[in-house]
């Protein structure tokens, strides 16, 4: 039995388009990454902990989309190679608010370059009005797709 006509079409889905940009931005963030011995979310561990110090492992799993667990590891490595620092005990609760060290800010700043050539080079074809505009666009498609958790369509 055929399934023609019943699927998504590629060409003009938003959400494939979104995940095939997702993923071209991925790989090209991870071939800059490389040489300097990061990928994509242990980049993405430190730039949020340069905003956001004392960030807990939880809230980076979060911000990074990756399971606690995978942070926790990833937060031990940094710790090991000088990155990062945590409280050897919770101030409260179970939480260990990790921090960067000199050596992970020089990290970043190296990454930070790095991450913001791909940027460059994605949206070089943009003018700055198409660039503010695809910002907003796209905030709003996840603020729609956030507020609707678990919204389904009429079953009619």
Request: charged share 20%; glycine share 8%.
């Amino acid at each position: 039995m055929s399934q023609e006509g019943t699927g998504v079409d590629l060409d003009t889905s938003l959400g494939y388009l979104l995940k095939e940009a997702a993923s071209a931005l991925r790989a090209a963030m991870e071939e800059v990454l490389r040489p300097l011995g990061m990928t994509v979310t242990h980049y993405a561990c430190l730039e949020l902990l340069a905003q956001r110090p004392g960030s807990s492992n939880s809230e980076l799993a979060r911000g990074t989309f990756v399971t606690r667990q995978s942070m926790n590891v990833l937060l031990q490595s940094l710790e090991r190679d000088g990155s990062v620092v945590r409280p050897a005990e919770a101030p409260v609760g179970k939480a260990l608010p990790a921090s960067l060290t000199p050596k992970g800010r020089r990290h970043l700043a190296q990454a930070t370059a790095a991450v913001r050539s791909v940027e460059v080079r994605m949206l070089g074809g943009l003018a700055e009005a198409e660039q503010a505009t695809a910002r907003r666009l796209l905030r709003s498609m996840v603020a729609s797709l956030r507020d609707g958790a678990g919204a389904r369509p009429d079953a009619t």
